[in-house]
């Protein structure tokens, strides 16, 4: 009989005690590696969280391009070209990006119709991103907006606005300039409100 069949078998004591002590190492590296990828100091600074108003994560990946998002061709509901400066007339105007496949953006276009009907003396205008125009209108009759829509079929207009998420929400002063932008879903109606509220009173 070879000498390895002489030794003693392990208790079962102690292997379910390795087995713990394996389970802690692996637990512990993963709570350490999570911290590190999350920026977490233990004091919950380093969790990404979305500000109610103007602030949010994702950040753009660079400053929006004004006279592209103005100058890019767009489609109207009607199948005609058009461009965000044809939509900009008298009035400011806020730009809410969505798509179908953006869950948010279903919650918050009905605040967004409410808003607009709210606000006659801002323009709101939803731009379509990436959709086809079956699958654009069909958002749009399952929303109930009533505002105005055109779709930005290629995302060029998403290009220049450096969208990394929707939706995407930006308001424009009626002379075309870029008043303030937000990334990302509003906490609810009043959030827009004090959005427009704050800027178009030259708020920071």
Known sequence: MD????????????????????IVVVVLLALVVGSFLTGDDGD?????????????????YGDPDVEAMLATGLV???????????????????????????????????W??????????????????????GDARSMADQTGITYGWVRDPAGDFAHA????????????SADGNLLASKVGVFADQA??????????????
């Open 3 to 22: 000498a390895a069949d002489d030794a003693p078998a392990p208790q079962p004591r102690r292997r379910l005690a390795l087995v713990a002590s394996g």
């Open 44 to 60: 919950g600074d380093g969790l990404p969280t979305i500000d109610d108003t103007t602030a949010a994560v994702p950040t753009r």
């Open 76 to 110: 109207a509901v009607d199948g005609s070209p058009t461009t965000l400066r044809d939509l900009i007339t008298e009035r400011p105007v806020l730009v809410n990006q969505w798509s179908k496949t953006c869950t948010p953006c279903i919650e918050e276009m009905p």
């Open 112 to 133: 967004l119709d409410a808003i607009s009907r709210a606000n006659p003396q801002v323009e709101v205008v939803g731009i379509n991103n990436l959709d086809g125009e």
């Open 161 to 172: 606005a450096r969208t990394v998420g929707l939706p995407d929400t930006m308001l424009f």
């Open 191 to 204: 959030a827009i409100q004090a959005f427009l509220d704050q800027h178009l009173a030259g708020g920071p």
